[in-house]
């Protein structure tokens, strides 16, 4: 784990005596940046959120990105920059590709949608209402850009998800459970078609708290054939941005965060009242003012004032953070790289030799007691062992 102690130590250093909070998030979100941000990645955002880009800056950026390398999910982005700029020149050797994957994905989109109607009438049928997020209603506010997704996800309101997987159960649909959704698969299958969710996964307790103002601010819109309700802008702004921070600190589809850049700006710029006033208020109900600050910050690394920094909040918020800086460095650059080594030491390996032996005697304890709720949601415990491993 050398190169994590390599991490934690220029963290500790260059922090060392900082009482700021936007010097000490600054630290952390470079490093965060620097170690999930690819070279590539970083030079299709430059390109993308550019404010004016011209056939040069094109011609230059794709000598050093090659579509064939990056792959279908990344290259998308790049299918959308294309689309939404029909005067710019896209050599023979990439035009023909990036029409392709639109195409591939676009199909890959209307096959949910008969699924999504048939659950969706049954759920009408039976006066539950349901509000749609995440990439399925980004599709929908932006039918012309199709969107990566194995599932449509929906919300139902609490008091009637019990009912509304009771219906579902009866379908000829299978059906896998979660403590706050249900994932639904065509008979026989472990193919994804749609989440139905009871409430949003904010890694807060409090994560319930904004769901009615969520319905309340929600306008009936014509999705895909059937009225659903869209959230307000502002909402899937503060959804889409506590999301990414709760993946960047679990390491879980880093490739959606150009994603979440790309919309969160679309959303703001397309509603020219856009009241953060709103997002901050979810944010204090919720108890998400700290992912907040950190997931905003963390995009203008990225993409420089893209988003409002102008956010104030109670007299607590910077020890709160400051705590939070501890768990984000352990949880980030400690527990994840201490996982992905667990994972790969198998048992029946455990005899190999001696040095696996040793290693993995030493290793596997730490990481039972390293995961335990009690000690990663500690920020003194997490602080303590982010010293002792500085140290080795």
């Known amino acids: 784990m050398e190169d994590y102690r390599q991490t934690i130590t220029e963290i500790f250093d260059k922090s060392k005596g900082l009482t700021d909070l936007n010097r000490l998030s600054d630290i952390v979100l470079d490093n965060l940046k620097y170690n999930i941000l690819t070279k ?30 990056q792959g279908g999910h990344k290259s998308l982005m790049l299918s959308y920059f294309m689309k939404m700029h029909p005067e710019l020149d896209f050599p023979a050797y990439v035009k023909p590709r990036l029409d392709g994957l639109l195409q591939f994905y676009r199909f890959q989109n209307l096959k949910l949608v008969p699924h999504y109607l048939k ?39 609490e008091s009637d998800y019990d009912r509304a997987v009771k ?6 649909y299978d059906i896998s459970k979660d403590i706050h959704s249900i994932d639904i698969h065509p008979k026989g299958s472990e193919e994804g078609i749609m989440d139905i969710h009871q409430f949003i996964i904010l890694n807060s307790e409090s994560e319930k708290v904004f769901l009615p103002d969520l319905f309340r601010r929600a306008t009936v819109q014509k999705v895909f054939g059937i009225d659903t309700l869209v959230p307000s802008n502002e909402d899937m702004v503060f959804i889409a941005l506590i999301n990414m921070m709760r993946n960047l ?21 397309t509603k020219p009242d856009f009241d953060w006033n709103i997002v901050i208020q979810n944010a204090n109900k919720t108890k998400t003012q700290i992912h907040l600050y950190f997931a905003i910050k963390y995009i203008n690394k990225i993409v420089p004032e893209l988003l409002s ?14 705590e939070y800086i501890t768990l984000l460095i352990y949880q980030r650059f400690y527990l994840s790289e201490l996982r992905e080594i667990c994972r790969e030491m198998k048992i029946k390996d455990l005899f190999s030799n001696k040095e696996f032996f040793i290693k993995y005697l030493k290793l596997k304890p730490k990481y039972f007691v390293s995961k335990m709720k009690i000690v990663k949601n500690n920020p003194f415990l997490a602080k303590l062992i982010l010293k002792s491993e500085r140290t080795k």
């Not at 219906?167 to 000829?172: A, C, N, P, R, V």
């Not at 600190?249 to 700006?265: A, K």
């Open 167 to 172: 219906i579902l159960e009866q379908t000829d």
């Open 40 to 69: 590539s990645a970083e030079l299709l955002l430059n390109l993308i959120f550019s404010p004016l880009t011209t056939q040069s800056d094109l011609d230059e950026f794709l000598k050093e990105w090659d579509i064939e390398v």
């Open 119 to 157: 659950i969706c009438n049954i759920l009408k049928k039976e006066g539950i209402k349901f509000l749609i997020f995440k990439g399925g209603c980004m599709k929908h506010l932006r039918p012309e850009l199709p969107r990566v997704m194995g599932d449509i996800d929906i919300l139902v309101p």
């Open 309 to 322: 920094e102008k956010i104030c909040f109670d007299k607590d918020f910077e020890v709160s953070c400051k």
């Open 249 to 269: 600190t679990n390491q879980t589809s880093l490739q959606g965060v150009p994603y979440t850049l790309f919309d969160c700006r679309y959303l703001i710029e």
